[in-house]
C-alpha cells in the first residue's frame, strides 16, 4: 500500500520545515520502526483513518472518541513511541546532529511541559489540579530529540505543579546527573540552569 507520509526536511543555512511527500512504501519494516517508532501496518492504519474521515465538523462526542483512541494506542505502543538512548553511540548521533545543525555541543534534546486539560477533580486535592490559567489540567513533560521523537514523558502531575518540579522530581534528572558528560537538555529559563 502506497500512503504518503509528511517530512520535515532541512536547508544549508536555514532550517524551516517543508512538507515533502513519500509513503511508506519508501520504507522497509526496519526502517519504520527505527524512524516512526511503530510497524509499517499501524502507520498504514493510523494515516488511512485520517485520509478517510473529514475532521471540519468533528462533533464533541467524537473528538473525546479519537482522543480516547488515541490515548489507549499511546499507552499501548508507549515502550515503542518513548524511548530514552540506548546506549552510547545514539547520545553520540545524537549530539552530532545538533552539533552539526546548530553549533551545539552536547545537547541531547529540548524538554517542555504543557497542560492538558482535564474533565476535573473533586475532592480534597481538587484545588492543585487548578493551572494557572484557571481550568483543571494534568501537567505533562515531554522531551523530543533532533529528530521529533520522544526521549521521554511524563503525565502524572497535577496542573498546578511547576515545570522545573515535574523536572527536579524526575528520573530524567537523576540519569543525567549521574553521568554529567552524557550531554544537557534546552529549556526555558524557568528550568533554571543545571
Known amino acids: 500500500m502506497n500512503i504518503p507520509i509528511i517530512l520535515a526536511e532541512q536547508g544549508d543555512d536555514q532550517i524551516w520545515r517543508e512538507a515533502q511527500r513519500v509513503s511508506t512504501s519508501d520504507y522497509s519494516y526496519v526502517e519504520c520502526l527505527k524512524k516512526f517508532r511503530l510497524p509499517k501496518t499501524n502507520i498504514a492504519e ?12 468533528v462533533s464533541q462526542p467524537s473528538c473525546c472518541r479519537i482522543i480516547h483512541q488515541f490515548c489507549k ?28 545543525s546548530y553549533g551545539v555541543k552536547g545537547l541531547l534534546g529540548i524538554i ?45 502531575y497535577p496542573g498546578l505543579c511547576h515545570d522545573a518540579f515535574i523536572y527536579s522530581n524526575s528520573i530524567l534528572k537523576q540519569t543525567l546527573e549521574y553521568d554529567p558528560n552524557a550531554g544537557f537538555l534546552f529549556a526555558e529559563p524557568g528550568y533554571g540552569s543545571r
Not at 493510523?46 to 465538523?57: A, E, P, Q, R
Open 112 to 156: 517542555d511541559g504543557t497542560m492538558m486539560q482535564i474533565k476535573g477533580v473533586s475532592g480534597a486535592d481538587e484545588p492543585a489540579y487548578i493551572c494557572r490559567k484557571g481550568y483543571p489540567a494534568l501537567d505533562c513533560q515531554v522531551v523530543v530529540d533532533y529528530d521529533g521523537m520522544f526521549r521521554d514523558v511524563v503525565v502524572k
Open 46 to 57: 493510523i494515516i488511512n483513518t485520517l485520509l478517510n474521515n473529514d475532521t471540519s465538523n
Open 73 to 100: 494506542f499511546f499507552i499501548q505502543h508507549y515502550f515503542h513511541l518513548v524511548k530514552w538512548y540506548d546506549n552510547q553511540e545514539d547520545i553520540d548521533e545524537a549530539k552530532k546532529k545538533y552539533l552539526q
